[in-house]
């Protein structure tokens, strides 16, 4: 298993690789050694071996598959899936060290397993050298390594730029010095990743504690009380959402009038307009499922979301790319934080009927609907002004609220709430691997509904405590990245010859060269005179 030190460095990079910690990362890179020590190009120093999948593997262990098939799952978190026989393995050992070849995550670095090695990793060896000293080495490069990976499809390793770094050799006895004392302080730094990780959990259960609040009416309690005259009831909310509904619908049928009419006097020029369809007949809420929920405030209640929302709009399956010429089109990575970040944009070209139908406004909001993660599945971002000039992607949904009953911003932070989360992910469990929300299952949501004027104050009170949570979040993470880069600061130093004071009496590295160089000479002369004799053999017989 990969120690939690590693994992976390590659999630902080990977999570926050903005220009800022990239160029921090960036900044300690290369190394200067003491003249006690020697460089040697890495690739020149060190043994490895790619893995290759088993042809033959077992789910269960057995006399016959006794071998751990060691792939990512077993690497990352110690547990292993699957058994092979032996045939056709290649396998790895504890003395070793696996690097993650292919994938999101080359470049990650663990302690070795012993077992059949898988094929998105790789064993390397560091004959004559203290094994942690070389760990610590390759989880220093990790930043590089993962930014510089090569491949159009999936990403792995680029070996001209793993196997021509250059190796920092430092002896012997200094070398087991410099894990000890980087363990040392890298102990002292996990401390307080794992305080400020805390901290984040208790965020996230404190910021859906105010989410439960706020949809509950629990926030807007004295407000309610100051404007007790002027609120409706719950009976009359539904009643006027019903009224409201109909409206709504009885306007598209009369602008549809209006085209259609203009579209038989050209001559029928054109596409045929549309035919709105009359909003979906949804079931209404049982008993047994209002017991289930939470109690509400006076003059709110529960209902389905479509009633208070447009027939949801799937995104365009059009192919799109990086040079493009026409219109930018808003994908998952674009929305997948929870508010739009166009700064990664594909496009495409649209005919003019294409971005009618899939035109944004100030107020719509993109559903994630599909997703291998489930907790990605029903994550939103909410279309401002900026966002009308692109159009949207298939694995997205937009929906679009009846701006009489129902503003935006109050969806928006409801489809965050647990109350809507449990649902959508109850709803999007597959066992295809693939999570999916559709229409129909969004718009049979269940979402706790008040007064149009008691909705601005939720939102009024929830856009403070959350904006409040976000900075507290933002130092929080502010905080990571830098124990991040101290790390990576504290190996700088260690590879330099700065973490711990140099020791005249050491035996220096030149020698630790030279005899790993003999090592080697002996070994291939071993495996030379195992060739002879083996074709001597084939020989004779």
Wanted: glycine share 6%; hydrophobic share 35%; aromatic share 8%.
């Amino acid at each position: 298993m990969i120690p939690t030190a590693s994992l976390e460095d590659g999630e902080l990079v990977a999570r926050y690789r903005g220009p800022r910690a990239r160029s921090m990362m960036d900044a300690i890179s290369g190394y200067r050694v003491p003249e006690s020590w020697e460089t040697v190009r890495l690739g020149d120093l060190v043994e490895s071996e790619k893995g290759k999948k088993p042809k033959r593997c077992a789910s269960e262990q057995s006399s016959s598959y006794s071998l751990p098939y060691i792939n990512i799952r077993a690497f990352e978190e110690g547990v292993i899936e699957s058994w092979a026989d032996g045939e056709g393995c290649r396998m790895c050992h504890e003395s070793d060290l696996l690097l993650v070849w292919d994938g999101a995550r080359s470049g990650l670095v663990g302690k070795g397993m012993s077992g059949a090695l898988g094929s998105t990793l790789a064993r390397i060896n560091f004959p004559l050298v203290e094994n942690q000293y070389a760990f610590y080495f390759l989880q220093s490069k990790y930043n590089q390594i993962n930014s510089r990976t090569k491949g159009s499809g999936t990403p792995h390793v680029d070996p001209d730029l793993l196997w021509n770094y250059e190796f920092p050799v430092a002896p012997a006895n200094e070398q087991c010095r410099i894990v000890a004392r980087i363990e040392e302080l890298f102990s002292e730094l996990d401390k307080g990743v794992e305080n400020l990780k805390k901290a984040l959990e208790q965020l996230k259960l404190y910021r859906q504690a105010v989410l439960k609040h706020a949809f509950e009416g629990k926030l807007t309690a004295q407000w309610r009380e100051e404007n007790k005259d002027k609120l409706e009831s719950s009976e009359q909310l539904l009643a006027r959402i019903k009224q409201e509904r109909d409206a709504c619908y009885d306007q598209r049928l009369r602008n549809w009038e209006i085209f259609f009419a203009a579209w038989e006097e050209s001559g029928k020029s054109g596409k045929r307009p549309t035919k709105p369809p009359k909003p979906k007949e949804l079931p209404q809420l049982s008993s047994a499922v209002l017991e289930s929920l939470p109690l509400l405030a006076d003059g709110w209640s529960y209902l389905r979301l479509g009633w208070v929302i447009d027939e949801p709009k799937y995104g365009t399956s059009k192919k799109c790319n990086y040079n493009y010429k026409g219109m930018g089109v808003l994908r998952i990575p674009n929305v997948v934080l929870g508010t739009v970040d166009a700064s990664d944009l594909k496009g495409a070209y649209f005919e003019a009927d294409e971005k009618h139908a899939y035109t944004l406004r100030k107020g719509d909001i993109l559903v994630i609907r599909s997703n291998g993660s489930r907790s990605i599945v029903g994550r939103c971002a909410l279309i401002s002004k900026a966002e009308e000039q692109y159009l949207y992607a298939g694995y997205l949904i937009r929906l679009r609220a009846n701006p009489a009953i129902l503003i935006p911003e109050y969806l928006a932070m409801l489809l965050s709430s647990h109350l809507l989360r449990t649902q959508i992910e109850r709803t999007a469990k597959s066992t295809s691997g693939v999570n999916n929300i559709n229409s129909t299952e969004i718009q049979s949501l269940v979402v706790p509904l008040c007064s149009f004027g008691e909705q601005q104050q939720v939102i009024k009170r929830l856009f403070a405590s959350l904006s409040a949570i976000d900075d507290v979040q933002a130092k929080i993470s502010d905080q990571l990245i830098r124990i991040a880069v101290l790390r990576q600061s504290i190996l700088q130093k260690a590879f330099s010859g700065e973490l711990v004071a140099q020791d005249p009496n050491d035996e220096p590295a030149s020698m630790l060269l030279e005899r790993i160089k003999a090592e080697k000479v002996a070994q291939s002369q071993g495996a030379n005179a195992r060739m002879r004799r083996r074709a001597k053999a084939k020989a004779a017989a």
